[in-house]
């Protein structure tokens, strides 16, 4: 019987230790490099082209010091006076109570909302949307005090009103459609 020849195989890589430690520290360098290259990357993926960054942290260290009551050209730093804890109390002519019956992402459904609490002899009134929501939120009353806004509110959902949010909203900010209409 004649010896089998052994099976050779495809490729063989012969490598020494000298290559194998070369080889190590190259794929430890990729890796590193990889790996710091990724984190630049995504970092100006979160915060934009670094002129954009630096523009608008500049436009924020103005509003902060503008904020702080910095002085610019026109303007005058005036004394701030800090209110105790006894006299810090709302004035009932700056802020109210509102009941929140509804959200809407736009402004027709608010608009029908308002009549249709109108229509039940409520004062109904929606706000726009701000910078940090989409939703049209409709209200009713203006009530000075929270004990009569929680009253009004349990009335209303006895009623069959649905789900209503106790707010507390700024005199300041502009009704839609203004009362009366």
């Not at 026109?74 to 709302?90: D, F, L, N, P, S």
């Not at 409520?122 to 009530?143: N, Q, W």
């Not at 349990?154 to 005199?171: K, M, Q, T």
Request: proline share 4%.
């Amino acid at each position: 019987m004649a010896a089998r020849k052994k099976k050779k195989p495809l490729i063989r890589l012969e490598m020494g230790w000298g290559g194998l430690c070369g080889f190590a520290v190259v794929a430890f360098c990729l890796l590193l490099w990889m790996f710091i290259f990724g984190i630049w990357t995504g970092q100006s993926v979160l915060h934009g082209p670094t002129g954009v960054a630096d523009k608008v942290a500049g436009l924020s260290h103005k509003a902060a010091r503008l904020l702080a009551g910095g002085a610019g050209r026109g303007e005058t730093r005036t004394k701030r006076q800090v209110k105790t804890a006894a006299v810090a109390r709302r004035d009932d002519t700056s802020s109210f109570y509102a009941l929140r019956v509804a959200a809407f992402r736009q402004e027709h459904g608010a608009a029908r909302a308002v009549a249709k609490w109108r229509a039940r002899r409520y004062e109904a009134f929606y706000l726009k949307p701000g910078p940090d929501s989409k939703l049209y939120m409709v209200y009713v009353g203006h009530i000075p005090d929270l004990s009569a806004a929680r009253k009004k509110a349990a009335a209303i959902e006895e009623e069959g009103g649905g789900r209503v949010f106790i707010n507390l909203l700024s005199a300041g900010r502009r009704e839609y459609p203004p009362p009366g209409r």
